[in-house]
């Protein structure tokens, strides 16, 4: 049940903030804050105490599963599909439940002063992605999946479309038509998964455990998969999918950046990790190599694309799409290093992304221009921010002793024992990395401040917010052993063959 | 006929008492109000009246009306239609017209035909329930709307839709003529010919299912049957667009389904042929025409033809499917595109009145904001156009997927999700429109004094949407009972 009151206080806190709105500007955000806070103590105890919580391997329901389960659980939905309620977090689910929790309130503390109209609407869409992206790390039945993965679209929409700045109703539809489209495929590949599996068995199921292990046609299989992985990689996203990202990204609030960079991007990973090559273990293996190089030239196109940006919000979601890149090769090399480094990847990814595109959004929100072009000379104006800056950027180029450097240098050591050559052009993807990032700090924070922008510093908000991800990093890179423990079980039951 | 019968016949004798009632009234007290509610009430007693007295099911009742769990509930969408529609055209022509009251006569003339339609059996039947609905269309469509701009457009839609309908009605007619040819019989169930049948009297039966079918493609305004569609329902008052786009389609649907899996019409492979090709081109073409659109009505209207498309998939699929699961996903999709059609139509009529159509897409800017009922229902319901999930038009989709997966039939699934892909631009381009910020000259809200019953409309069905979407499972046991039947 825990994971459902986990989604349920955020449903009913997003409706709760709407509603609160007719009392005050100020408190829908109170609302939703308690709400989050809420969740976030849940999963703490998750993590921390779970016996506190009552939880035990008692409550473990039998699915036929295999693996480490924390939490179980099973109720019937719609019957006369076979698609029933299943919600479950192993390892991989729970450290992504907490990156979601956790960025989400990040992305609170980024729209705390920036969302002044209509604020009531704003954060019950807040809540409603979050509690929908809950949802997709811990639903167990396809059917429940699908759904969710649709549940966090919607209010991302109107996120984007409400809030978002000059161009948002291109960028809005773009992002919603990209993902519906690849969702509705993906649909349809369930549906004759299922189908398939009920001509073997003459069971209707939509179960998660049950579906594993269907026997299927060979090239079928690969249609199969190809519709599961379009869904995921656009959601990823992977070249050539990927660019509905930097338009939505440059033009949502930063909050809705904050929430698509650091936790949208990953259900597409963790969709890859959890369901495409689970279900489609052959044609996965034959599609490998393609999966790979696709990863590669993500990474160095993206760079490369982002190297030539103008616009600071556009070239962060293109170093995202590289960084993501890093994720793809990391599940298509499916050996322990590798995996394990796309998961770090994901994480570490999570926290610098959402940060930088703090930093866009706030330099953003004080000067009213994306544009490299006009900046220069911040430090001096604001240097709590620049320094902020200059972090995250050092630890999404990958500086040892952060996250980011963890899971690269693992994806890259998986991949090298795949394929020398992908592993190789992958690395260079390093290397373009910091002539990108060194631009960013060059053109905004130093030299001379050309048009004479007065920048406020941090507020103490944004400074809490920098700070909690910071640790975050360190503690990732210093010691990610955390992380890698709880994710083992979870990649041992995959059949990921750990030395 | 027997006691058991005229039970079964209790509705429709209700619906026609109603009528005359109604009528009578008329003829000594104009009085909108009065009138209305007894409208109101003789519908509300005829849905309610199969709950008091258990009809006997499945009944033929004389050769031409099979009463069973499926007649009963497209009689009950029916009548629900003709609830929602006398609630909203009280607000809409009240104040503007002084002669309203032969209005509701004709509504319920239209709803006994709906009811006939559902309950057919026999080709008599069908061409009764269709003439009825479609004579008391005409009429109904010429009402006048009293804003200058639109003031001769119902007149012109009523015109067309009695040209276009004359010519498919014979179309049809001439249809019926050539299987009676052939087979000696007008009854659906006897219409399947021997195995030993001669090939002239095949060929009979084939062409005369083509003329049948395209009659009814003109009905459920399928492409390219569909030219009269954006016209006629732009033309209308909004009332009559509603009416006309769910009780005409939701009993011509179930009577068409009926007719095709009875008679075996999917032997042959060439109508199946034809009807996905209509299927497919309506699916396309239907979302395509509505992204050029700046009237909220003709978006509405190219969106039904998709929708229409959507609806045949499942039917299609009867040729490869158990007849009981094509009829099961039928119902439950007409059913949630019968929910949507009315609560989309229903706030533009809430909207609008007969002197003030709000029509054009650029009037709904901020109504979000304006008015926070209107606008929450109104988006809830093109997303459920849209078929996202929560809403009953998820689920509905989901149905013909399923549906669509174990026929087998690929290449209109694939038309499926293109045409879905298209339709998402227009609605959430209307969604994002009503997102926007108010505009100066757009401040007050449209809708501030609208009465009870059509607000109940809209709740009922906003609430109905949500719950066939969020737990559809009792609603599917229901349809799981009156798909039995095939």
Known sequence: MILVWLMLILFVGGIGAWLAESRGAEHPRAVALGAILLDLFLVIMMLVAPEAIGLSPDTVAQLGQNGDWLVLMQADWIPRFGVSFIFGVDGLSLLLVALTVFLGLVSLGAAWGEIKERSGFFYFNLLWTLAGVIGVFTALDLFLFFFFWEVMLIPMYFIIAIWGHENKEYASMKFFIFTQVSGLLMLLCILVLVFLHYQNTGVVTFNYFRLLGTELPAGLGMLLMLGFFAAFATKLPAVPIHNWLPDAHSQAPTAGSVILAGILLKTGAYGLIRFTVPLFPEASMTFAPVGMALGVIGILYAAKVAFGQNDLKRLIAYTSISHMGFVLVGVYSWNAQAMQGAIMTMLAHGLSASALFMVAGGIQHRIHTRDMDKMGGFWGAAPQLSFMALFFTVAAVGLPGLGNFIGEFLVLLGAFQVSVTQAAFATLGLVVAAVYSLIVIQKVFHGKNKNHYELADLSAMEFICFALMMVGLVWMGMYPQTMLDMAEPTLRSLNVTFP | ?486
Request: glycine share 6%.
């Open chain 2, 1 to 486: 006929m027997s006691a058991d019968a005229l039970i079964d016949l209790l509705q429709i004798i209700f619906l026609t008492v109603t009528t005359v009632v109604v009528m009578v009234t008329a003829g000594f007290k104009r009085d909108h109000g009065l009138i209305n509610a007894l409208t109101q009430a003789g519908l509300i007693g005829s849905l309610l009246i199969f709950v008091f007295i258990k009809p006997i099911t499945p009944l033929q009742v004389t050769p031409l009306l099979l009463i069973d769990e499926y007649s009963l509930f497209f009689s009950a969408l029916c009548i629900i239609a003709g609830i929602a529609v006398t609630a909203l055209a009280y607000p809409y022509f009240e104040r503007h017209n002084e002669k309203n009251e032969e209005f509701y006569i004709l509504l319920l003339l239209g709803v006994i035909g709906g009811v006939v339609l559902s309950s057919s059996s026999h080709f008599a039947s069908l061409f009764i329930g269709m003439e009825m609905i479609g004579i008391s269309l005409y009429a109904m469509l010429a009402y006048p709307v009293h804003s200058n701009k639109v003031a001769k457009y119902p007149l012109e839609a009523a015109i067309k839709y009695l040209v276009m309908a004359g010519v498919a009605v014979g179309v049809l007619l001439f249809g019926m003529a050539l299987i009676y040819v052939a087979t000696g019989s007008l009854s659906f169930d006897q219409l399947a010919l021997p195995a030993d049948a001669t090939q002239a009297d095949q060929l009979y039966v084939l062409i005369g299912f083509m003329m049948v079918v395209a009659g009814i493609a003109f009905k459920l305004s399928l492409f390219p049957f569909h030219m009269w569609t954006p016209d006629v329902y732009e033309g209308a008052p909004v009332p009559v667009t509603t009416f006309l786009s769910t009780l005409s389609k939701a009993a011509m649907a179930a009577a068409a389904l009926r007719l095709l899996i009875a008679a075996e019409a999917f032997d042959y492979p060439q109508l199946t042929v034809a009807m996905s090709l209509l299927a497919a081109a309506s699916m396309i073409f239907g979302n395509l025409l509505a992204l050029m659109q700046s009237s909220v009505k003709r978006m509405l209207a190219y969106s039904s033809i998709a929708h229409m498309g959507y609806l045949l998939v499942v039917v299609i699929a009867a040729a490869a499917v158990p007849g009981n699961l094509s009829a099961e996903s039928m119902t439950y999709y007409m059913t949630a595109y019968f929910l949507m059609s009315i609560a989309s139509f229903g706030v533009v009529s809430a909207l609008s009145n007969s002197g003030k159509e709000m029509d054009s897409i650029s009037e709904y800017q901020g109504l979000f904001w304006r008015n926070t009922w209107l606008g929450t229902v109104m988006a809830l319901t093109l997303l459920s156009l849209a078929g996202i999930p929560l809403t009953a038009g998820f689920i509905g989709k989901f149905y013909i997927f399923t549906t669509g997966v174990e026929g087998q039939l690929w290449f209109l699934l694939a038309m499926l999700i293109l045409g879905s892909a298209i339709g998402l631009y227009y609605y959430l381009r209307l969604i994002y429109v009503m997102m926007l910020p108010v505009r100066d000259d757009l401040k007050d809200d449209p809708a501030a004094r609208l009465p009870m019953g059509a607000n109940l409309t809209l709740a009922a069905m906003i609430a109905a949407i949500i719950y066939l979407g969020v737990y559809p499972t009792q609603f599917i046991e229901t349809l799981q009972s009156l798909a039995g039947a095939f």
